[in-house]
C-alpha cells in the first residue's frame, strides 16, 4: 500500500486542479492521497467526487500556516471538520493576511521597476489562498524569471526585495482547534525551514501536550541524518510518523507524488487518532473516500 499524505492544488498554490491530482495520484500508483492545501478546504469535494473514480483513498486535510516562538510553521490538519466556526475563523483570517499582503509584495516589485499589478496575480491564481508562488507564476508569465524557484530566489524569499511577512495564527492555539473540530494534527517538515532553528525533542514535547499527534519526518526538506534523528525523537515521545512528496504539481520539482511515503501501520494509527479525536468532540469530520 503506497500512501502519500501531502499534496496541493490549485485551491491553493499547487498547479493541478483537484480531480487532475487524484488522477495523477492513481497513475502514480498510490493507494492513499491526501489533499493539503494551504489554509483552505477549498478543494476537497472535487476531489472527493474523484477518488472513486480512480480507486484512491481520499484523505481530506489543509496545511495551516502557524507561527511558534516566533518562526513560521506548517501544520498538517487531517479530517477535521471544515464548518467548525472558530476554525472557518482563523482560517479566514489567514487568507485575510494573504490578501492584504500581495499589494504589499507587488508594491516592492514595482520599485525594482517591474511592471506587475496585483489584479493580474489574483486572476491568474484563481484561488482562496494566494500565496508567493503565485506573484511567482505571473513573473514566469511576464518573462521576467524562468520559474518559480528563480522568482523566490531573486526577489520572494526572506531577505529578498519582494519578501512581506503576513499573518499567522498561533501554533498551539491552532493544535487545539483541529482536535476540537474532530481532526488530528501532524507538524509538516518540521525541520525543513532553511535558516531557522530547528524545534528540539523539548519544544515538540510542549507541543505534544498540546495535542500533536505526529511529526512529517520523510520529506524532501530532511536530509538522511535529519530523518534518522527525526524518528527518533517520535519514538520518544509516542508520535506518528508520516512520509509526503509535498507535491505541487508543476509548482516545485523535485517533490513528484509518491517520493516519500507514509507506512501502513502508521496511517492506520493516525486514523484511529482521527476517529477518537471525533468521537471526543462530537464534531465528524469529512467521511473517508474510498475505504
Ligand atoms: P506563502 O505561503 O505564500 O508564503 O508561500 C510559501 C509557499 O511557497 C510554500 O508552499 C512553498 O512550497 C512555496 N515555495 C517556497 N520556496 C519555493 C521555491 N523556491 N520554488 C517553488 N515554491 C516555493
Ligand atoms: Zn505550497
Ligand atoms: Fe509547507
Ligand atoms: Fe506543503
Not at 491564481?125 to 507564476?137: L, N, S
Not at 499567522?168 to 507538524?187: F, H, P, R, Y
Not at 510542549?206 to 495535542?211: D, K, S, T
Not at 509516542?238 to 509518491?258: F, I, N, P, R, Y
Amino acid at each position: 500500500m503506497r500512501i502519500d499524505l501531502h499534496a496541493h492544488t490549485r485551491a491553493s498554490d499547487g498547479t493541478q486542479t483537484p480531480a487532475e491530482l487524484v488522477r495523477a495520484a492513481a497513475e502514480a500508483g498510490l493507494d492513499v492521497l491526501a489533499i493539503t492545501d494551504h489554509d483552505t478546504a477549498d478543494g476537497w469535494m472535487e476531489a472527493r467526487l474523484t477518488a472513486p473514480e480512480v480507486g484512491i483513498e481520499l484523505v481530506c486535510g489543509m496545511e495551516i500556516s502557524t507561527r511558534h516562538q516566533g518562526r513560521g510553521a506548517h501544520l498538517l490538519a487531517y479530517l477535521p471538520d471544515p464548518t467548525y466556526p472558530p476554525l472557518v475563523e482563523e482560517l479566514d483570517q489567514i487568507l485575510a493576511g494573504r490578501n492584504s499582503r500581495l499589494p504589499a509584495m507587488v508594491a516592492r516589485l514595482r520599485e525594482e521597476g517591474i511592471d506587475i499589478e496585483a489584479d493580474e496575480v489574483r486572476r491568474q491564481a484563481g484561488a482562496a489562498a494566494t500565496g508567493r508562488p503565485h506573484v511567482a507564476d505571473t513573473l514566469v508569465a511576464m518573462g521576467v524569471v524562468r520559474d518559480r524557484t528563480e522568482a523566490f530566489a531573486r526577489y520572494l524569499n526572506p531577505g529578498r526585495p519582494a519578501y512581506a511577512d503576513r499573518h499567522a495564527a498561533d501554533l498551539t492555539e491552532m493544535i487545539g482547534l483541529v482536535s476540537e473540530a474532530g481532526g488530528v494534527s501532524v507538524l509538516a517538515h518540521p525541520w525543513g525551514r532553511h535558516g531557522q532553528e530547528r524545534p528540539d525533542e523539548a519544544t515538540l514535547a510542549g507541543l505534544v501536550a498540546a495535542g500533536l499527534v505526529g511529526l512529517e519526518v520523510d520529506h524532501q526538506d530532511h536530509d538522511a541524518g535529519a530523518r534518522e534523528r527525526l524518528r527518533a525523537i517520535a519514538a520518544n515521545l509516542g508520535l506518528v510518523v508520516t512520509g509526503s512528496s509535498d507535491h505541487h504539481g508543476a509548482g516545485k520539482v523535485g517533490h513528484e507524488l509518491g517520493c516519500n511515503t507514509t507506512a501502513p501501520e502508521e496511517y492506520h494509527r493516525l486514523l484511529e487518532l482521527a476517529a477518537a479525536a471525533a468521537a471526543r468532540s462530537g464534531r465528524a469530520g469529512p467521511p473517508m473516500v474510498g475505504r
